[in-house]
């Protein structure tokens, strides 16, 4: 965690999409890659991985 979470925080996820792929072994799948970070209510990142 870059950040405490205090009582009374709003927090919400964002995802951004990393990278994709097709699967190596189904053609019609795909792997994709995301980015996700947990932001406060000032919109500073406390989380993200």
Known sequence: MLLPVMPGDS?????SVKSKRPSSKDPTRGVVELEIAIVNQKGEIIQEG
């Open 11 to 15: 927090i919400r996820q964002k995802y």
